[in-house]
Every structure is written in structure tokens, then in C-alpha cells.
Nanobody, 126 residues
Framework: QVQLVESGGGSVQVGGSLRLSCAAS??????MGWFRQAPGKEREGIAN???????????GYADSVKVRFSISLDNAKKTLYLQMNSLKPEDTGMYYC???????????????????WGQGTQVTVS
């Protein structure tokens, strides 16, 4: 059974940084990513990383977070990270870890098509 558990959210001032973690159990190769959902808005994919067989570390970012955010995967620890720098108020929202064996760029998936979700961690920037 696949479980994704996020941590690292919190409240931070504008311009600050946070690092989110997603501990994965029961999951191996495929694509993992981060989505976020602001109040009253749809869930949006913001970053993903692909790792399967000999291919590792192919990343993608939404324009809204490119340069400021960095996604990484520690295969030994089975943990996905999202380093968030230069945070803005519009980065506020619930952040979700997502995974799918069959995806290549999970951030473009509709939330109903993603195979596995974490429970989310709140990020507030003010």
C-alpha cells in the first residue's frame, strides 16, 4: 500500500524559505510531484521529478515557481523534497505530494487522475 506523508509546512514571512518533505512508503519508480491549492481555487501542479530505471532527476516546474522552488528526490530515504525560496503571499495554500507509476509529468495531471496523494501540509506566507 502506497503512503505519502508530507511535512515541513508552516507560516513564513514574505521572502522567506521553507522546505517541504514527502516520505513515501510502498512506492518506487515513476513520477512524483507537488501540487498546491489556495482557498477557493483549483489544485495546481507546480513541480515534478521523474525517476525510473536508469533515468533519474528529470524535473519540471510551473512558471509561477520556476527559479524560486527546487524539487529533489532522495531515493535512499524514499523522500521527496520541495525547497521554496523567495516566498510570496500568492504561494499560500495547502501543498500536496503526488505520485503515479505511469506518469512522466504528473504536474499536468488533473487531480482526479493522480494515483496517489498525501494528506497535505499548509503553507502560509504573510
Amino acid at each position: 500500500q502506497v503512503q505519502l506523508v508530507e511535512s515541513g509546512g508552516g507560516s513564513v514571512q514574505v521572502g522567506g524559505s521553507l522546505r517541504l518533505s514527502c516520505a513515501a512508503s510502498g512506492y518506487s519508480d515513476g513520477c512524483m510531484g507537488w501540487f498546491r491549492q489556495a482557498p477557493g481555487k483549483e489544485r495546481e501542479g507546480i513541480a515534478n521529478i521523474y525517476a525510473r530505471g536508469g533515468i533519474t532527476g528529470i524535473t519540471g516546474y510551473a512558471d509561477s515557481v520556476k527559479v524560486r522552488f527546487s524539487i529533489s528526490l532522495d531515493n535512499a530515504k524514499k523522500t521527496l523534497y520541495l525547497q521554496m525560496n523567495s516566498l510570496k503571499p500568492e504561494d499560500t495554500g495547502m501543498y500536496y505530494c503526488a505520485a503515479d507509476y505511469l506518469a512522466f509529468e504528473i504536474m499536468y495531471y488533473n487531480e482526479y487522475d493522480v494515483r496517489y496523494w498525501g494528506q497535505g501540509t499548509q503553507v502560509t506566507v504573510s
